[in-house]
């Protein structure tokens, strides 16, 4: 029960926001987060941001996504 | 980056598979993983992800769809109210189809009933609205990250006044069923992939507990499908080192805190309860209920209506399958009385239901 | 007196439906004046086989993004014809109109079925027009049937496709459907998602002139989408279909409305689409003519019969999976799970 979209914030008025996937825009409620900027990404979900989407650690997954094989049969 | 396509790229794709492959040629036997969202067990089947695995990684579902586990006497409260004069149910599109007792939502709406499917809470608020001389109930059901979106609608109703806006709710919440599976001892998991937006809430923290007590090692793994390799991966290299640890991989999103500020919205307008789980029994504490302060909003107390008895089809085995015990093709229903067209249990009726999508998506001998 | 609504009495036979047929709607729809008017149309009789078909429209709303009930009816009946391997020559066209409805609202809908049906070089011959007390219609209902005439012998349908062949489209699944749900009340989604809705008879004539016998089976992915129908064709033929998730041409916004509303491009309805069986050594050309049509410029191969099953669809998926592709017990539905 947990279809969530990454959307990017486009508009902010008071505690809702526009948020645009592929050309596509809906407006969402802020209720649940804070600190957002237009620009960010955010989780949408039944017109809700959930959470911010971090950028860095989705570059650490990619990297690790992409060393996979240097990962080794051993976790820490 | 634009956090989706970058997760289904198919070169990566067989990069993970290929570090799968690796570290599993030395394994002896097969490993169980169970996922316990319906998001999960559709991400799986839609990317054909059991047809990828190597023999040694079985992935089974577990009672992750709330539409599954909601008791058929839910859905006959929801198809009586329907039928109220000046009443719109207003629900989540998940649970049109889901059968009761005798009815269904969609079968009312035949019949005259006025069901609206709404993509958010917040446009049943908005009905309320538009409409001041009907009742409208909101269907509430799903995990801890639909709940909170509940929370608000309420507290936007509760702000604005609203006298017709009720909401019917069967939340319900996680880690408790992955506890109980833990402890059955028929049940032989190996780790757990834990819900990716559920945990955006809760925290990767929650699992904490499931893992000191049970020792079984947890990854919290989003839905695209380079997540679901790369949790499974994760999982797999825990248990080659014998470790039992929550891990999070769905890192962009999942805080081991978790969303406070989600977390406070649920805890202002709802409390804990007990539920009765289909196919499993009563959890203790794992459903949520309007606290007492907003119980003017509660569908089930101020619209009483006469509710017919609860009937159970016999041979459906949504229950075991709930478990992950047994597989679709193990009930004699499956395909023959029990389809997509007629659904004699949820499991197959929801469309992220274990049956529903092993019947829609599964390929023959790649079973779950 | 000149009502801005239809009544009762437009659709009784006397005056009131004589004034909306000479004045409105024969005028707008054909260009015949009153005098032409009579019982049925007469064709010149034809050679070779003659192809019928008809259907009815009762999509809600009526004005969608980029079209209406009207101009879409009279592109799927010429659509129908067209699958048939037939060219259309004559359409009717009946009106169910809801007491009340806006008569510049009918105005505009017949104009676009007017040019629909010239751009596409099809005449309407005939017609009806009966009205219907409030509630008792939503708003507008069109039948529309054709005729059309298959001067070669081919055998285009959907018991001929044949191990090998390869399954073309001529471009973006999804968007009629997408752009219809996008546009009603209550999901609140902004998009510039247009309907496709398009006439289909000129690509059809030169992909028959130009593949004639290499060409097996052609059908519209109309409601069920790209999935209900290869499904219906597998059954058919009885064979198995492998479609490459990859190949799929899909528009990023109806991908980023799927997304949202959790639906499956491959179930949604499509109104200017082909699908196309075509033997593997023309499927090149098969996709050159599709792409120099103005209606085929993002045409793709999605697809080939890999085997003789008993009506099997499978999908080879973006990570290189496997699934299958059932149809759907109804309507697909938004969901949130």
């Known amino acids: 029960m947990c279809l969530g979209i990454p959307m990017q914030v486009k508009t902010i008025a008071e505690e809702m926001a526009v948020c645009e996937i592929d050309g596509v825009r809906r407006e969402a409620s802020l209720m649940m987060i804070e600190d957002v900027k237009v620009g960010d990404y955010v989780l949408i979900h039944a017109g809700f941001a959930i959470e911010k989407i971090d950028e860095n650690e989705a570059h650490l997954t990619l990297k690790a996504l992409r060393e996979a094989l240097d990962m080794g049969l051993v976790a820490e | 980056m634009k956090h989706q396509q970058e997760y289904r790229d198919p070169g990566l794709a067989k990069l993970q598979l290929q570090a799968?492959?690796?570290?599993?040629?030395?394994?002896?036997?097969?490993?169980?993983?169970?996922?316990?969202?319906?998001?999960?067990?559709?991400?799986?089947y839609q990317n054909g992800i059991r047809s990828l695995l190597p023999d040694?990684?079985?992935l089974i579902s577990g009672p992750g769809c709330p539409v599954c586990v909601t008791p058929v006497g839910y859905v006959d409260h929801a198809v009586a109210l329907s039928r109220r004069p000046d009443t719109i149910v207003a629900t989540f599109g998940d649970m049109v189809r889901v059968p009761g007792s005798?009815?269904?939502?969609?079968?009312?709406?035949?019949?005259?009933?006025?069901?609206k499917i709404v993509y958010s809470p917040l446009d049943a608020v908005k009905l309320a609205e538009k409409h001041p001389e009907s009742d409208i109930v909101f269907l509430g059901v799903g995990f801890e990250t639909t709940a909170p979106t509940v929370a608000g609608a309420v507290l936007t109703a509760e702000q604005i006044k609203l006298e017709n806006f009720y909401v019917l709710c069967s939340h319900k919440t996680m880690p408790g069923p992955m506890s109980v599976l833990a402890g059955d001892p028929e049940l032989k998991v190996d780790g757990y992939l834990c819900p990716a937006h559920v945990s955006a809430i809760i925290g990767a923290n929650a699992y904490q507990p499931l893992v000191d007590t049970y020792k079984i090692p947890c990854v919290v793994t989003g839905f695209e499908p380079l997540?679901?390799?790369?949790?499974?991966?994760?999982?797999?290299?825990?248990?080659?080192?014998?470790?039992?640890?929550?891990?999070?991989?769905?890192?962009?999103?999942?805080?081991?805190?978790g969303n406070r500020k989600a977390q406070a919205l649920l805890n202002q307008v709802f409390e804990p309860c007990n539920a009765r789980w289909r196919g499993i029994g009563d959890i203790p504490e794992s459903g949520l209920q309007l606290r007492p302060e907003f119980s003017h909003f509660d569908a089930a107390l101020q619209l009483p209506i006469e509710v017919e008895d609860v009937v159970e089809h016999q041979g459906c085995l949504c229950g075991e399958i709930l478990k992950g015990k047994v597989r679709p093709a193990d009930c004699r229903l499956f395909r023959t009385a029990c389809t997509p067209e007629n659904p004699v249990g949820a499991c197959m009726v929801s469309s992220e239901g274990t049956c529903a999508a092993e019947y829609k998506y599964g390929i023959s001998g790649q079973q779950a | 007196m000149n009502p801005d609504i239809i009544l009762l009495g437009h659709g009784s036979g006397g005056k009131l439906s004589h004034e909306l047929l000479d004045n409105l709607i024969v005028p707008t729809l054909s260009g015949i004046t009153q005098s032409d008017q009579n019982d049925a149309a007469v064709i010149a009789a034809q050679e070779g086989r003659l192809a019928f078909t008809t259907d009815s429209y009762v999509v809600d709303p009526i004005f969608?993004?980029?079209?209406?009930?009207?101009?879409?009816?009279?592109?799927?009946?010429?659509?129908?014809?067209?699958?048939?391997?037939?060219?259309?020559?004559?359409?009717?066209?009946?009106?169910?109109?809801?007491e009340g409805f806006a008569v510049e609202d009918l105005r505009k809908i017949l104009e676009t079925m007017r040019h629909a049906a010239q751009d596409a070089d099809v005449k309407i011959v005939t017609g009806d027009t009966k009205v219907v007390p409030r509630g008792k219609a939503d708003k507008l209902f069109i039948n529309t049937s054709g005729i059309g005439v298959i001067k070669h012998d081919l055998t285009i349908c959907g018991r001929n496709a044949q191990i090998g062949d390869?399954?073309?489209?001529?471009?973006?699944?999804?968007?009629?459907?997408?752009a219809v749900l996008a546009s009603r009340d209550g999901l609140e989604l902004e998009s510039d998602i247009k309907t496709d809705s398009a006439p289909l008879n000129g690509m059809v004539k030169e992909l028959v002139e130009q593949l004639g016998e290499q060409l097996h089976t052609l059908r519209d992915p109309t409601r069920g989408g790209v999935a209900t129908t290869l499904k219906e064709i597998a059954l058919q033929s009885q064979v198995e279909i492998t479609l490459s998730e990859n190949s799929l041409p899909v528009s990023d916004a109806v991908g980023g409305v799927c997304s949202i509303l959790g639906l499956d491009p491959l179930f949604v309805a499509n109104e200017g689409k082909l699908l196309a069986f075509v033997a593997p050594e023309a499927a090149?050309?098969?996709l050159a003519v599709m792409q120099k049509n103005p209606h085929g410029g993002q045409a793709a191969i999605i697809g080939e019969v890999t085997a003789l099953a008993d009506g099997k669809v499978r999908l080879k998926t973006a990570?290189?999976?496997?699934?299958?592709?059932?149809?759907l017990a109804g309507e697909q539905l938004p969901r949130i799970c």
């Open chain 2, 56 to 58: 040694k990684i079985r």
């Open chain 2, 227 to 257: 997540d679901v390799l790369q949790g499974v991966l994760m999982l797999t290299r825990q248990v080659i080192a014998k470790l039992a640890k929550v891990e999070t991989q769905y890192r962009r999103v999942v805080k081991p805190e």
């Open chain 2, 102 to 115: 005798s009815s269904s939502l969609l079968k009312e709406q035949a019949a005259g009933a006025t069901i």
């Open chain 2, 20 to 44: 799968l492959n690796q570290v599993v040629s030395e394994f002896d036997g097969v490993m169980t993983f169970m996922e316990v969202c319906g998001t999960h067990t559709m991400a799986i």
């Open chain 3, 319 to 327: 990570i290189g999976g496997l699934r299958a592709i059932e149809m």
């Open chain 3, 284 to 286: 090149e050309e098969a």
């Open chain 3, 64 to 98: 969608f993004p980029g079209g209406n009930i009207g101009d879409l009816a009279i592109h799927g009946t010429i659509n129908d014809l067209s699958m048939a391997g037939a060219e259309p020559l004559a359409i009717s066209v009946g009106l169910i109109i809801e």
């Open chain 3, 166 to 178: 390869k399954i073309l489209i001529n471009g973006n699944i999804g968007d009629h459907g997408i």
